[in-house]
């Protein structure tokens, strides 16, 4: 449909993939030597800035690869989720998924690990078809980034500077893929176009007391009760850091709109003086 294909031209110029031709730009040409979608591209791109390479290729191999949760027999749902909470990670599921891959490869690595692996995943409602499709992919990311001369970094996981890293380079792709819990019962309001959206059962966040305010997500899903996949928390004052002022100012009016406008109004009252006289 047209409609289409202007929002995916759209999206691509929000990512600096066009020039003002309407062609590839040079950093939407780099974005294309990826298999993977733009933003996921970008994303990639954007941890070699922010250092944070290893951390953001095992997300991207494992969000392209098929999900690795299993859905649990009936009756033992309440274990599964037991068991995936051991990976579980307080800055959402982006780096849940970082701690199920580096454990995954663990217990490959140990002796007899054909077996021990099948049986670890049987044993955490893992799928291992899923975690070894994601070990490929990863290591077709890898090759890409050597062919094409792009600087690697060292893993850092865990710290709290690699942390914010990877939140900075998740945004630089995903800063379309906001939205805000508008009531404090899981209601998540999208920026984009002002749907509605509950975070799906295999997130971090489902069923738990404290859910975040706003989030970054994954994909958004019709098929599955309008729910919202891979989601991790993120902070307004980030998310105004990061995103394009073109693309925030295109964003259909609403309350999470007035209070981004808000912070951007703290955060750089000159700045914002000089952009509204320009």
């Known amino acids: 449909a047209p409609e289409s294909l202007m929002q995916a031209l759209e999206d691509l110029d929000y990512l600096a993939a066009l020039d003002n031709d309407g062609n590839l730009s ?8 990826f298999p993977l979608d733009p933003q996921l591209s970008k994303s990639i791109l954007a941890s070699c800035e922010f250092e944070c390479v290893d951390e953001m290729l095992t997300i ?3 969000v392209t690869a098929p999900n690795c949760f299993l859905h649990a027999p009936p009756g033992t749902e309440e274990i599964a989720r037991t068991c995936w909470r051991k990976f579980s990670h307080p800055a959402g599921d982006h780096f849940t998924l970082i701690n199920v891959f580096n454990a995954f490869k663990e217990a490959s690595a140990n002796p007899a690990s054909q077996c021990n692996s099948e049986k670890w995943c049987r044993d955490y ?7 070894r499709m994601a070990e490929i992919i ?3 990311l890898v090759e890409i980034m050597k062919r094409i001369e792009l600087p690697a970094s060292e893993p850092a996981f865990g710290s709290e500077e690699n942390i914010l890293s990877i939140k900075k380079s998740l945004l630089a792709g995903y800063f379309m893929h906001i939205a805000r819990d508008v009531d404090g019962s899981g209601n998540y309001l999208m ?3 002002r749907q509605v959206a509950q975070l799906h059962p295999f997130s971090l966040y489902y069923n738990t007391r404290k859910i975040p305010e706003w989030v970054l997500f994954h994909e958004f899903s019709l098929s599955e009760d309008n729910s919202i996949r891979v989601v991790s928390e993120i902070s307004p004052d980030l998310f105004v850091e ?5 693309y925030f100012s295109n964003l259909p009016p609403s309350e ?5 406008q808000e ?3 703290h955060s750089s009252p000159v700045s914002n003086m000089k952009e509204e006289q320009k």
């Open 125 to 131: 409602f893992l799928s291992c078809s899923a975690l």
């Open 263 to 265: 912070v951007i109004n």
């Open 256 to 260: 999470s709109k007035d209070i981004l």
């Open 60 to 62: 991207a191999a494992m």
């Open 242 to 246: 990061l995103v394009p002022q073109y």
């Open 26 to 33: 040079e950093f939407g040409i780099i974005m294309s030597e």
């Open 138 to 140: 990863r290591a077709e």
């Open 191 to 193: 920026l984009t176009h």
